[in-house]
């Protein structure tokens, strides 16, 4: 199971966390992301990490602003994400499987979603 929390409203400029706590089993050779939808677009992966190695993905538009990170501890997943935009508004969705590499994450688990908005 995933739990995202941390959405809301901000000015643009602001930042905002999220998380996502997932439970349920071992995610040693998992792959964990962030995905987002705004109205009227298509999913778009943000941001992704390896569980195991720590290593991460950024879609061009969110590099140099958004970070994400996990906890092992307390497995969960966040997304640091500053210098937010107006384009940055949308519902975003953790998500978790196995990693195949970036291009084939499609992953199967599915939190539910958190709203961001960004006000300008």
């Known amino acids: 199971q995933l739990q995202a929390s941390g959405g809301g409203l901000v000015q643009a400029g602001a930042s905002l966390r999220l998380s996502c706590a997932a439970s349920?089993?071992?995610?040693?050779?998992?792959?964990m992301g962030w995905f987002r939808q705004a109205p009227g677009k298509e999913r778009e992966f943000v941001a992704g990490?390896?569980?195991?190695?720590?290593?991460?993905y950024y879609v061009d538009s969110v590099k140099g602003r958004f970070t994400i990170s996990r906890d092992n501890a307390k497995n969960t997943v966040h997304l640091q994400m500053n210098s937010l935009k107006p384009d940055d508004t949308a519902v975003y969705y953790c998500?978790?499987?196995?990693?195949?590499?970036?291009?084939?994450?499609?992953?199967?688990?599915w939190g539910q979603g958190t709203q961001v908005t960004v006000s300008s």
């Open positions: 998500a978790a499987d196995r990693y195949t590499g970036w291009g084939s994450f499609r992953p199967r688990s």
């Open positions: 349920g089993g071992t995610f040693s050779s998992y792959a």
């Open positions: 990490i390896i569980w195991s190695a720590g290593s991460t």
